[in-house]
């Protein structure tokens, strides 16, 4: 089956909303936004059936758009907004559903082991998961396509350690790119990954012991149903 059309109409209206209930929260909108786009495509990877599931997994730089990819955009709802064709040009669509689908890939493994959780900052996940030093600077220093490499592997490294995260911040890497909003995404993934670090150094046993016991409870205790 193809993939669902979405009136514009209802994607302004639901852009429109979000950004609304965002400004009068205090949160700068498109920070909240993309946390919201990656509760809601969390949600809907988490409904996949195996087959759905393994061709996200097979998502990389040089192999992406899939038709699991499709169905999941054209489902419609806030992801839907990062790739419409009415709010940027050909080549600009191109681009984000090509970064749009990277992101979603990385999820993917990512949910096969783990789960999105706003609970655990992606620094501190990348820590816990083992995540060397060297390759979160290869992260942070990363652009274009060579950036998009680093977050496949990055939803490899947190699945093989069945690490949960919270995979906005793989959104607000490469979507997130108005100066000074790219420094702050990744300032904000190395101080987290550094705080942890401090921590285990500091008290081996207290640290972890302090911090995991809400990392289980994941998507589904965290936030609310979607269509």
Known sequence: ????????????????????RATAAGARPEWDFL?????????RISRLGSGPLAELRRTDVA??????????????GLVAVLVD?????QAEVFERR???SVCVGAMAHLMTRAYHTRKVPLGRALYRAGF???????????????????ITGVGLRL???????????????????RYPYPQRVRSQIAMDYYTRQHAQVSNPEGAEGSEGAGDA?????QVGSEG
């Open 85 to 89: 064709s009415t709010r940027y040009s």
């Open 63 to 76: 192999h992406w758009g899939t038709a699991a990819f499709a169905r999941l955009v054209g489902a419609g």
């Open 1 to 20: 089956m193809g993939a669902t059309s979405v009136p514009v109409t209802s994607v302004a209206a639901g852009v429109a909303a979000e950004l609304k």
């Open 132 to 150: 060397q030093e060297e390759r979160l600077v290869g992260l942070l220093h990363a652009t274009g396509d060579s950036l998009l490499r680093e």
């Open 159 to 177: 699945a093989a350690a069945e690490q949960n995260a919270d995979t906005a911040d793989l959104l607000r890497l490469v979507f997130d790119t």
């Open 35 to 43: 946390g919201r786009v990656a509760d809601q495509v969390a949600r």
């Open 98 to 100: 090509k970064r749009l």
């Open 217 to 221: 409870e994941g998507l589904n205790g």
